[in-house]
Structure formats: structure tokens, C-alpha cells
């Protein structure tokens, strides 16, 4: 075995950090040193020739970590974005209004009586959430009908509401703007997919073509010569990423970020190391699984490329 000496880290007034991620994988420790190594796989991932995905919950939308998000599309660091209607629903209302800090240990009973829905320690007001979008989404969904008419897949219709959103802080502006393909598998799964079917009451001839979205993924996924992937938490957006790789015989790169624990066998705690055995990893794969709060660790494992 090749012997590296563990190195203790030197921050001064100066330390920038790009200089504090080298130092991270030099230190050799926990999950420091698996920062560093996911910022060494990504830049692989980015210097190679290959299609790269993002995924991701909707939760962090909320929060600062969009800006990151954002930044990443903007630089067009990746392709393919995999995540879930919530994503739609934070991205829309961040645009018309405000979200703002909350607290943990809230009394969510009295948030409740005021009108306040939280999200960890994120205040959304009614205002902000279902209030606006409603107001907002259905006079662009008329306007999209009109002019594209019935029968969109998910991510068309997705790419029109970016087309409609003068917004540079928006996710889906950027995807709009580098045209990177948004999927939302779960499309219905949120105040987004709930002003679909609000628009569907007053007009039945609106439908959503969800396998037209499949065949989107298949013609990008089947021709590549490989693939990488950043997946930020489990569920839908994760899983919806490596399923569709498997089907070329897996990732090349593969860096995923989660709080869960794999003891209860979720998709969510599942490392990287389980998706090899389903062929949705290479058994090659630059790799690497890196526990802790993507809100923390995702600027800084992006700082170096954004």
C-alpha cells in the first residue's frame, strides 16, 4: 500500500476556497478528505468528453443554495437536470415573491394559524407559495397553450415557463437560456403539478405527454459514450438519473451527496457503491459518496468550477 503522510490544514486571512478544498484532501480526514475527492471527480467530469447530469430535491431550492444551483446552469457545467416538481414550485415563487429565515424549533401550530408553512428553518408564506403561483402560473399557461398548443411533454413545458421568466436568479431561466433539458419525473407532486390539474378543470383538451419526456432521456442517454453525474439527496430525482444510465451500462463519474443512513436499505441511503451491483455505476466509475448537508458542501465542492 502506498504510504501518504496525513497533512494538518493552514488557514490564514488569505485562504481562499479553492485553497481550502486542496487542503481538505490533503488532510486525509473523514468527510473533508471525500469533499476533496468529489471535487476531483467532477473535475474529471467536466474535463472529459461526456454528457453530465445533475439531480437534485427541491428543498435546497429554497434556501441560498439556488444560487449555486443557478450559477452551475449559467456556467453550463451540466447538460441534463433531474429533479422534482418542488423544484418548479420554490424556483416560480422565488421570482413573484419572498422566502424568509425561519427557525427549527418553530411552534409550527401558531405558523400555521398565521398563514406560514416552513421548511426546516425556511418561512414561506402563503403569500409566497400557493397564493402566487396561482395567481402567476395560470395566465402563462393559457399564453403557452395558445401559442404551443396540447399534448407538451413535461420538460416543453417547463422550457416555456424559463422562456417566460425574465429572471436571472431562476433555475429554469438558465436552463431556458444554455438549453439544458429540465425532467421532472414526479411532475405532479407539488403546487406546480397542482396548477396543471386546476388548468385542466376549465380546459380537458390540456394533457401532459410524459412518455414523450422518456423518449428525450433514451435518444440523449443511448448515443453517449459516457455520462457522469452530481446527485444531491435520493428519491425520485436520483433514482430517475441512475436508472436511465444503467441502460448503457452505467456512469462513468458519479459523485452523491446525502444525509441518509444505508442501514434502512432507501434508494436515499444507498451509496454509490450499491448502484454498481445494478449496473447503474460502472464498476470503474470515478466515484465517490459524501455524507453531510448539500447546502454546506455543494458550494464548496462547485467554488472550484463556477
Not at 476556497?17 to 474529471?44: E, H, P, T
Not at 402560473?137 to 404551443?148: R, S, V, W, Y
Not at 442501514?263 to 449496473?279: F, H, T
Request: hydrophobic share 40%; with cysteine.
Amino acid at each position: 500500500m502506498k504510504k501518504r503522510k496525513v497533512e494538518d490544514m493552514e488557514l490564514s486571512g488569505s485562504t481562499n476556497v479553492r485553497d481550502l478544498i486542496d487542503q481538505y484532501w490533503n488532510s486525509g480526514g473523514f468527510v473533508s478528505k471525500k469533499v476533496g475527492l468529489a471535487r476531483d471527480v467532477l473535475k474529471n467530469m467536466f474535463n472529459d468528453d461526456c454528457v453530465n447530469f445533475l439531480s437534485f430535491p427541491a428543498c435546497i431550492v429554497s434556501t441560498g443554495t439556488r444560487g449555486v444551483i443557478k450559477d452551475a446552469l449559467r456556467k453550463e457545467l451540466f447538460d441534463v437536470v433531474i429533479t422534482t416538481c418542488g423544484t418548479l414550485d420554490h424556483d416560480l415563487a422565488r421570482v413573484w415573491e419572498d422566502y424568509y429565515h425561519g427557525a427549527f424549533d418553530a411552534d409550527d401550530d401558531d405558523l400555521h394559524k398565521k398563514g406560514v408553512n416552513r421548511l426546516g428553518n425556511i418561512f414561506i408564506p402563503n403569500s409566497s407559495y400557493g397564493e402566487t403561483l396561482e395567481k402567476n402560473m395560470q395566465p402563462i399557461l393559457t399564453d403557452i397553450i395558445e401559442e404551443k398548443g396540447y399534448n407538451l411533454s413535461p420538460s416543453e413545458l417547463i422550457w416555456e415557463f424559463g422562456k417566460r421568466v425574465d429572471d436571472k436568479d431562476s433555475l429554469l431561466y438558465w436552463a431556458y437560456k444554455n438549453e439544458i433539458p429540465i425532467f421532472v419525473p414526479g411532475i405532479l407532486d407539488g403546487a406546480f403539478g397542482s396548477q396543471l390539474w386546476m388548468y385542466w378543470q376549465n380546459d380537458k383538451n390540456f394533457s401532459l405527454n410524459l412518455l414523450k419526456d422518456q423518449q428525450e432521456i433514451a435518444d440523449i442517454i443511448f448515443p453517449c459514450e459516457k455520462t457522469g453525474a452530481l446527485m444531491i439527496g435520493g428519491g425520485i430525482s436520483k433514482h430517475h438519473t441512475i436508472w436511465w444510465n444503467q441502460f448503457r451500462g452505467g456512469l462513468e463519474y458519479a459523485v452523491y451527496i446525502t444525509t441518509a443512513v444505508e442501514y434502512d436499505g432507501s434508494l436515499s441511503g444507498a451509496r454509490i457503491r450499491e448502484a454498481v451491483s445494478w449496473g447503474k455505476v460502472k464498476g470503474d466509475a470515478d466515484r465517490i459518496t459524501v455524507e453531510g448537508d448539500a447546502t454546506v458542501l455543494l458550494p464548496l465542492v462547485l467554488a472550484s468550477f463556477i
